[in-house]
Structures are given as C-alpha cells and as structure tokens.
C-alpha cells in the first residue's frame, strides 16, 4: 500500500533560519503532491501544491522541491518566524489534485525567537 | 466568507451508540472527503465523494461506519455501534473541479469524538 513518511520528530529552528522539511513516499507514483499547514485544533489549511512534471514551485518565503525519482519532496521555509510554528503535512494524489489525497503524519515545526 | 462546516463540534458518547457526524461542504464543491486523524495514525481517509457518488470508502471499517450524501450541502459519516477505538477528529473537507487538475482541499474545524 502507499506510504508517506515524513520526520516524526519535531524541528526546531531559530527565528531567521531556513527551515526544511521532507516527505518521502513508496509504492506510488503521484501526479500531485501537496504541503498543508495544520495548527493546534483545527484542520489542515492548504499551501502550495506541485505536478509530477515541475521540479521546483515558489510562493513567498516558501519553496518546494518535487523529485519523482527519489521519491521525496523538500518544503522549505526562508526567513523563518515564530509564526509559522505549526505542523506541516505533505499530501499526494494521482489523477487530480481533488482525487484520493492521502496525508503523511506531518513534521511538527517550532521556530524559537 | 466561503468555509466547510461540521456538526458538531465535539461528541462524547457511550460505547454502543450511535453517532452521526456531518459536514455541509463549500457551495459549488463537488468533491467531498472524510478523514479520521489520531496521534498513532495520523489524518487517514476513510471515504469520499465526486458529485455525491462514493468514489472510495476503502479506509473505512464497514461493518460499523456508513458515509453518505443526501444531497450536495450535506455528508453525514455515521458509527453504529461506537467504541472507544472509533475516538478521534473527523475531518471533512471539500474540493472543486478544476479543469487542469489544481486544485486544493478545504477542510472543516473537524468534529473531536470521545467514546468512553
């Protein structure tokens, strides 16, 4: 079945600093792969969303990477601040960014001032 | 201001009743998702629908969760019986067609069920 992984263990980056996080995924090969942002008790809030086909997407101080043949994706925070402490979730889907999401368990951020 | 909107907030119910949660998603979304999200399992999808029709409820126990959609302002998801393995946030979330295929999930503020 398909898997996602990404670090179980939380990331802590000073206030400044660019924070990275990986999503690596087997036994699929997704068209879209998605980045949400969840905070405390509430639901997931989407990012940024790139094709199978782009290697690289940009929006503001975020970027992400796409490698389909290493499997992974890299989601990158520049000029990280405090407020984007939160956990973050790579998705993936295969025939439309609306088809049969399926989640990772996230990467939770801390950014300390 | 466009939002999913799940009923209710937060559930605490006896093992062996029945619950029914539900989700009116955004006006014009055609596509609808379930997920169930624990610390030990993460958001998993139980079902969802295109245009009200079930496209996938594999991640969904059958034998005691039923999901539907009356109509296209309401999803329900439903346990009978519940016991307390079924406690979790439920989310639901919906999508819009898009013609090249972006497009993005919204989801709701999920429903924190208790089963004691």
């Known amino acids: 079945s398909q898997k996602i992984e990404q670090n179980s263990e939380a990331l802590n980056i000073q206030e400044g600093k660019t924070a990275t996080l990986t999503c690596n995924y087997t036994?699929?090969?997704?068209?879209?792969l998605q980045w949400y942002r969840q905070d405390p008790g509430r639901g997931p809030v989407f990012l940024l969303l790139?094709?199978?086909?782009?290697k690289e997407k940009r929006k503001e101080r975020l970027k992400v990477t796409f490698d389909t043949t290493l499997k992974q994706s890299l989601f990158h925070i520049t000029a990280s601040q405090p407020a984007d402490s939160a956990t973050y979730l790579c998705?993936?889907?295969?025939?439309?960014?609306?088809?049969?999401?399926?989640f990772g368990s996230g990467t939770r951020l801390s950014i300390r001032p | 201001d466009a939002r999913v909107t799940q009923t209710p907030r937060h559930k605490v119910t006896e093992m062996g009743q029945e619950v029914t949660m539900r989700c009116q998603p955004i006006l014009g979304h055609n596509t609808v998702f379930w997920y169930r999200q624990t610390m030990m399992q993460g958001l998993e999808l139980l079902a969802y629908f295109r245009n009200r029709a079930p496209l996938d409820d594999s991640g969904m126990p059958k034998d005691r969760f039923s999901a539907e959609m009356p109509d296209a302002t309401l999803a329900t998801l439903k346990i009978q019986p519940s016991e307390p393995r079924d406690s979790a946030v439920y989310f639901c979330a919906s999508a819009p067609t898009s013609l090249d295929g972006d497009t993005e999930a919204f989801f709701g503020q999920g429903t924190r069920l208790t089963v004691v």
């Open positions: 790139i094709r199978e086909n782009e």
């Open positions: 036994n699929y090969s997704p068209a879209y």
């Open positions: 998705a993936i889907s295969r025939y439309s960014s609306a088809s049969k999401i399926i």
